[in-house]
C-alpha cells in the first residue's frame, strides 16, 4: 500500500497540473464560471473535452492505438484529483468515453474500435445511451424497441426513454429486441446508431431540476446498417451488462466525485464567510457534525475507487462491486447536498439570479439533481439486489 | 499509488484467523492466546529489529487488527500496539530496551490509562497531573485489563503546563487498580487511581512532556480501534447473511425477501467503505501523512458507527432468537458501543473532521494563490 506518487506518477501530475494552470480561462472558479445557460453550457463542455484532448488528456488509460494515453487508473486517479484541485470543468462526452468507448474495447470488432474511438476521445463524436423504456426502467430485459433484419440493415422501431444527451449527440448506443419469440434476456441486440439517420425524433424531457438534459427518443423505421452490431445478433444482452459494469463502476464514480469534492470546498469556503447572528456558520456544532460526514463520505467515495482500481491493476475480476461502489456515492452524494442546502438556512430558498444567494444557487440545482443519482445507472433497489444475490450469495 | 495489501500481509491475515478460530475465545484460554499471538509475530510487528521485533508499520498491522476485532479479541492487544509504536518512536533508547522486546515477546501486556471521568475526549482537557515533587495523582477510566498489565501508559499534564505520557509500573505505592461495571464485561475495564504516585525521570516517555507522542498514541490507538470495529462489523455481517440463506419463513429463505437482501446489501456496503477508511487511515498513520490526524478521525468515526448499525441490524434479520442472551449477538453489540466510545467518540472525531479539513483548505488556497 502506498498513496506516494512513483516519479513517473509525480511527472503526470506535475505535467497535468501545469496544462491546467494554461488551459483553463483566467480567473476560473473564482470570477468565471461555466454559462448558466443550458447550450451554451454544453459547447461549453464540448470545447473543454476537445481541449483536452488537443493537450492529450483524454482516453488515459486507453490504448495509444485508438487515442488513448496508454497509462492505467493509477494515471486516472491522478488526473481525478488534479481536476478536483483545479475545479475543472466536467465534459460533455461522459456517455462515449465511459460506456461507450470502454465497451466498444470489450466487444468491438477490430473495425468498430478503429472507427468508433479516436472520435469519442476528439469529441467528435458526442454518444448517448438508449437503453431505457417507458416499459423497460428497472426491468431493463423487457426492452420492445425493435430491430428487425432486412438483409444488409437493420430497421429499428419504437422508443426509447432518459436519453441523456441526445439533443447534442451524433452516436447512440441502443439495446433492441431482435427475437421476440426468445426468452426476454435472449432476444436482445446491441446496436450503435447514427443519430442523423431519418427517421429519428428527439423530444426534451425536463427533470425536476428544470433542465433539459435528458429526452425521449423516437425510432420510426430507422435504418442500421448491419456491421453497427456489437458482438452477436441477440447476444445484446451480456454487452449491455459490460456498459452497466463500466457506468456503475470506479472510473465513472471517480469522474463524479471530482464535482463534489469541489463543491464541499466551495461549501466550506461559503460557510467559512457566511455569518449568522453571533458567529460564522462554519462554527455551528451541530452543521459541523453533518459537514463532517459529507467530508468523510466524498472521500470514501474516492477511497472505494482507488481501492477497486488497485484491486483490477492486481489482476481481480470486475464483478459486484461496481454496484457497491454506485449505491455508495449515490446516497452519500444526496445526504452531502441536503446538508449543503441545509447549511444555508434562512438564504437555503434563494436560487441563482437572486442577489443574496450563495455560489449563485448552485447547491440547490444541485440538490435537485441528486435525486436523480439513485435511479439512473440502475435503482438503489437494483443494486441492493445485485449486492446481495451476487456478492452475498443470498437466494432469488 | 497503490490501494492494497501485498501478498504477505494476506497471508499473515490468513494466519491470524486460523489461529483465532481455533481459540476459543474463554477467560482461561487468554494466556494461551496471547502468547499464540505473540508466537505468530503480532506482538513484535511494530517492534523495530534492533528491538527483536519485525520492525514493520501500520499498514502491515490492519488486517491482522481486523481479524482480533472479527474474533472479539481483548482489546488490550491493541492498547499493547499502540503503546508499541509510540515507545518506539518517542521513547529514551533505555525506555525501548527495557519495554520493547518484553512487548514482542508477549510478555508484557500495556494499558492505556487516557480518558478521566469529568474530561471530555480532548486530552488538553485532562486533569491527572504530575507535581513538582514528581508524583502523579488523578483519575483513569477505562482502561482494559489494567490489572494484568506491567505497564501503564498515562497521559498527564506536567507543572509546565504541557502534557506527556507516564510509563507507570501499576505495581507501585499510590497507584490502586478496581474493575469498573460496564456495557461489556469480556473488554474488563479499570479505573486506576492515583494517588501520590511516585515517578521517577526514566518513567516519562521521551524523558520530558511531549505532546506529539500523546496524540501519536491516541491516534494509533484511534486507528486500532477503528480496525477492530469494522472486524467486528464484518463478522457480524457474515453472521446475519448465513442466518438469512437459513432462515425459513412463508416457505422461502428470509434471505430472498427483498426488506431484509436489501437491509444486508446496505450493511456490505457500509462494511466496504469502512474498510476504506480503516486501510486508508493505517497508511497515513505509518507514514505520518499531512492529513493523518482527519484520516483517523474519520476511520474511528465511521468505522464506529457502522459497527453499531450492522450490529443492530443484525439483530433485527434475526427476529426473536437475535435478541437471546443465548445466541451471543449482545457481545457483538455490546463490544462494538463501548470501543465506540473509546478515543474519542463519533460526535469528538467529527468535529476534528472539520477542523482538519478547513486547516488544510486553507493551506491549499494559500498554496494556489502564491
Redesign the interface.
Known amino acids: 500500500m502506498d498513496f506516494r506518487d512513483s516519479p513517473s506518477e509525480l511527472a503526470f501530475r506535475t505535467e497535468l497540473r501545469r496544462w491546467l494552470a494554461e488551459a483553463l480561462p483566467q480567473g476560473w472558479g473564482e470570477t468565471v464560471f461555466e454559462p448558466q445557460d443550458e447550450d451554451e453550457r454544453a459547447r461549453f463542455r464540448l470545447d473543454w473535452d476537445r481541449k483536452l484532448h488537443a493537450g492529450g488528456w483524454a482516453g488515459i488509460y486507453w490504448p495509444k492505438a485508438y487515442g488513448g494515453r496508454g497509462a492505467t487508473l493509477v494515471e486516472s486517479a491522478i488526473f481525478a484529483e488534479e481536476m478536483a484541485r483545479a475545479r475543472a470543468p466536467d465534459g460533455l462526452n461522459i456517455i462515449g468515453r465511459n460506456l461507450v468507448g470502454t465497451t466498444l474495447l470489450h466487444h468491438g470488432t477490430e473495425a468498430q474500435r478503429q472507427r468508433y474511438l479516436p472520435k469519442i476521445l476528439s469529441a467528435e463524436e458526442v454518444w448517448c445511451q438508449g437503453f431505457s423504456e417507458p416499459g423497460a426502467g428497472s426491468d431493463l430485459a423487457s426492452v420492445r424497441c425493435r430491430a428487425e433484419l432486412h438483409g444488409n440493415h437493420f430497421v429499428v422501431n419504437g422508443q426509447k426513454v432518459w436519453t441523456s444527451f441526445a439533443q447534442y449527440s451524433q452516436w447512440c448506443i441502443a439495446l433492441v429486441r431482435t427475437d421476440p419469440g426468445a426468452p426476454k434476456h435472449k432476444g436482445l441486440s446491441f446496436l450503435l446508431i447514427d443519430m442523423k439517420s431519418p427517421g429519428i425524433t428527439i423530444r426534451p424531457l425536463r427533470q425536476i431540476s428544470g433542465e433539459c438534459e435528458f429526452n425521449e427518443t423516437f425510432f420510426d423505421d430507422v435504418q442500421v446498417p448491419v456491421e453497427n452490431i456489437v458482438g452477436e445478433l441477440n447476444g445484446g444482452w451480456q454487452i449491455a451488462m459490460t456498459t452497466l459494469a463500466y457506468e456503475r463502476g470506479p472510473e465513472d464514480a471517480l469522474g463524479r466525485q471530482i464535482r463534489f469534492k469541489q463543491e464541499l470546498d466551495q461549501l466550506l469556503v461559503a460557510l467559512s464567510g457566511l455569518r449568522r447572528g453571533k458567529g460564522r456558520v462554519v462554527d455551528d456544532p451541530v452543521l459541523r457534525q453533518r459537514l463532517a460526514l459529507a467530508i468523510t463520505e466524498i472521500e470514501l467515495m474516492r477511497l472505494n475507487c482507488l481501492r477497486t482500481f488497485s484491486k483490477y491493476l492486481n489482476g481481480g475480476q470486475r464483478g459486484p462491486d461496481a454496484s457497491l461502489i454506485k449505491l455508495f456515492w449515490s446516497h452519500a452524494a444526496q445526504r452531502f447536498y441536503d446538508t449543503a442546502v441545509e447549511a444555508l438556512g434562512p438564504l437555503a430558498p434563494l436560487t441563482a439570479g437572486d442577489r443574496a444567494s450563495v455560489a449563485a444557487g448552485r447547491f440547490q440545482l444541485s440538490y435537485l439533481q441528486s435525486r436523480a443519482f439513485t435511479i439512473y445507472s440502475g435503482a438503489s433497489e437494483i443494486q441492493r439486489n445485485i449486492i446481495g444475490e451476487r456478492m452475498l450469495a443470498l437466494p432469488r | ?6 501478498e504477505q500481509q494476506y497471508r499473515f491475515r490468513d494466519t491470524v484467523r486460523r489461529f483465532l478460530d481455533n481459540e476459543a475465545g474463554t477467560s482461561s484460554a487468554e494466556n494461551r492466546l496471547w502468547a499464540g499471538l505473540a508466537e505468530l509475530g503480532l506482538l513484535s510487528l511494530l517492534v523495530p529489529e534492533e528491538h527483536d521485533g519485525l520492525g514493520l508499520s501500520a ?1 502491515d498491522a490492519a488486517l491482522a487488527v481486523e481479524e482480533l476485532g472479527r474474533a472479539m479479541a481483548p482489546v488490550s492487544l491493541a492498547a499493547t500496539l499502540a503503546a508499541a509504536d509510540t515507545i518506539a518512536r518517542f521513547g529514551t533508547v533505555a525506555q525501548q530496551r527495557r519495554y520493547l522486546p518484553a512487548i514482542a515477546s508477549g510478555s508484557l501486556r500495556v494499558g492505556l490509562a487516557v480518558m478521566e471521568e469529568g474530561a471530555g475526549y480532548d486530552w488538553r482537557d485532562l486533569a491527572t497531573a504530575v507535581d513538582t515533587r514528581n508524583t502523579v495523582s488523578g483519575d483513569k477510566i477505562l482502561v482494559p485489563d489494567a490489572d494484568r498489565c506491567g505497564l501503564i501508559l498515562t497521559a498527564a499534564r506536567f507543572d509546565d503546563g504541557r502534557f506527556g505520557l507516564l510509563l507507570l509500573d501499576p505495581k507501585r505505592p499510590g497507584v490502586l487498580i478496581e474493575p469498573h461495571q460496564t456495557l461489556d464485561p469480556d473488554t474488563r475495564f479499570q479505573r486506576i487511581q492515583l494517588d501520590a504516585a511516585s515517578i521517577a525521570q526514566d518513567q516519562i516517555l521521551g524523558g520530558g512532556p511531549s505532546e506529539k507522542s500523546l496524540g501519536h498514541l491516541l491516534d494509533f490507538g484511534g486507528l486500532l480501534y477503528a480496525g477492530m470495529l469494522i472486524g467486528l462489523a464484518g463478522k457480524v455481517l457474515d453472521i446475519a ?1 448465513a442466518y ?2 437459513d432462515r425459513v419463513q412463508f416457505g ?2 428470509i ?2 425477501f ?1 426488506a ?3 437491509k ?3 450493511m ?2 457500509a462494511v ?2 469502512g ?3 480503516a ?2 487511515a ?2 497515513a498513520m505509518a ?1 505520518n ?1 499531512p492529513d493523518r490526524a482527519r484520516a483517523v478521525s ?1 476511520a474511528k ?2 468505522c464506529g458507527d457502522v459497527a453499531r448499525q450492522v450490529c443492530n441490524d443484525a439483530i433485527q434479520v434475526h427476529g426473536g432468537i437475535g435478541f437471546t442472551w443465548e445466541l451471543g449477538l449482545h457481545r457483538y453489540l455490546r463490544r462494538a458501543k463501548v470501543l465506540e466510545y473509546a478515543l474519542g467518540d463519533a ?1 469528538f ?3 476534528r ?2 477542523a482538519e ?2 486547516l488544510a ?1 486553507d493551506r ?2 494559500e498554496t494556489v494563490a502564491s
Open positions: 499509488m497503490n490501494f492494497d495489501f501485498d499498514v447473511v438469512a440463506r422461502k429463505p434471505g430472498s427483498q431484509i437482501k436489501h444486508l446489501a446496505d456490505a456496503v466496504e467503505a474498510r476504506s477508511a486501510y486508508y493505517s497508511w507514514e501523512a474519520m468515526a465511521y460526535a472525531h467529527r468535529d473532521i472539520v479539513t478547513l483548505l491549499e488556497r
